[in-house]
């Protein structure tokens, strides 16, 4: 320890089980940092609070608004015809196949065109079952990965096919 480390010591050692203090300048980028996250803070506040204006209050207030316009096309009601039939056969074909089989009468997943329904046949429950699906019964939960639209035709093709209800 040179003389000048000595000097700048502050001198209670023996009140801390032998570990003494500095009394040093703080490093440059020590303050750099403090100063500037103090500007920032200032900088920050100013613009969220007063030019952009991004409050939780006008987020939300902004989604509300936006509510009856976004549930009302989810909700639009789907128009079956043969095109979406056929669409739907299509989703089937690809990911559904594999367990309730290439005929709907089930392999690994239940029969759909029997009477025989676990969750209701009508087209609201299916729609209901396909989206939420059964994991704990291995069921995929549907409805992120295809989306309202697709499932709904598969919805409406499983309906059609011939158990519904
Ligand atoms: C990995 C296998 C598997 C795949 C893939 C699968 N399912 Fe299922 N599905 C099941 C099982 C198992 C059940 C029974 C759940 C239960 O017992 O509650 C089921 C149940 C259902 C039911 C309810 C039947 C009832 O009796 O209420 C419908 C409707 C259905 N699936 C449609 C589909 C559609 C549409 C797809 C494709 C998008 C699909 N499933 C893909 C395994 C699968």
């Given at each position: ?52 204006d991004r409050s ?51 392999s690994v997943g ?56």
């Open positions: 320890m040179s003389a000048k480390d000595q000097d700048r010591l502050l001198g209670h050692a023996q009140d801390n089980d032998g570990i003494d203090e500095y009394d040093n300048a703080l490093p440059t980028w020590w303050l750099g940092i403090l100063w500037g996250s103090i500007a920032f803070a200032i900088v920050y506040v100013v613009d969220y609070h007063f030019v952009s939780q209050v006008a987020t939300y207030e902004a989604e509300v608004a936006a509510a009856p316009q976004a549930s009302s096309a989810s909700a639009a009601p789907l128009v079956i015809t043969p095109e979406v039939l056929a669409a739907g056969k299509a989703v089937y074909d690809a990911n559904c196949m594999a367990c309730h089989g290439p005929e709907l009468k089930g239940p029969d759909l065109v029997d009477a025989t329904w676990i969750h209701g046949g009508t087209l609201a429950q299916i729609t209901e079952t396909i989206t939420k699906g059964v994991p704990e019964k291995g069921m995929l939960t549907w409805g992120p990965i295809l989306g309202p639209e697709k499932v709904a035709q598969v919805a409406a093709f499983v309906h059609g096919a011939g158990g519904g209800q």
